[in-house]
C-alpha cells in the first residue's frame, strides 16, 4: 500500500508560479513510477506528466514547456514546478503512483485545489 499526500496549491494570479509536493510512504517499489494529473471542475482528468526512478520525464504536450516534474527519492517526494500559469490551468491536481507505468496508475493523493485568477 501507498500513501500520497500533495500539497502547494492555492491561488496564483496569471503568468505566476507555484511548486507541488506529493510525499510518498508505505510500499517503495509502489512508486518507481510517479505522475500528475489534474482535474477541472466539468472535464475529465488529465495526465500531465510522469516520473519513473532513474529520472526520466514524460509530459502532456498542454504543460510541456511551462510545468517540470521531478523527484527526490532520499525523501520519497515528486514536485510539479508549475510557471507561467494560465486561468484555464485551474483544477484540482493529483499525484499518482504505480511500480510500472500504468494507465490508470494504482495509487492516488487527495488532491490539492490551484486556482489561477486575477
Known amino acids: 500500500q501507498v500513501q500520497l499526500v500533495e500539497s502547494g496549491g492555492g491561488l496564483v494570479q496569471p503568468g505566476g508560479s507555484l511548486r507541488l509536493s506529493c510525499v510518498a510512504s508505505?510500499?517503495?517499489?509502489?512508486?518507481?513510477?510517479m505522475g500528475w494529473y489534474r482535474q477541472a471542475r466539468g472535464k475529465e482528468r488529465e495526465w500531465l506528466a510522469t516520473?519513473?526512478?532513474?529520472?526520466?520525464?514524460k509530459y502532456a504536450d498542454s504543460v510541456k514547456g511551462r510545468f517540470t516534474i521531478s523527484r527526490d527519492n532520499a525523501k520519497n517526494t515528486a514536485y510539479l514546478q508549475m510557471s507561467g500559469l494560465k486561468p484555464e490551468d485551474t483544477a484540482v491536481y493529483y499525484c499518482?503512483?504505480?511500480?510500472?507505468?500504468?494507465?490508470?496508475?494504482?495509487?492516488w493523493g487527495q488532491g490539492t485545489q490551484v486556482t489561477v485568477s486575477s
Open positions: 499518482a503512483a504505480d511500480s510500472w507505468d500504468s494507465d490508470p496508475p494504482d495509487y
Open positions: 516520473i519513473n526512478r532513474g529520472g526520466e520525464t
Open positions: 508505505g510500499s517503495v517499489r509502489s512508486t518507481n513510477v
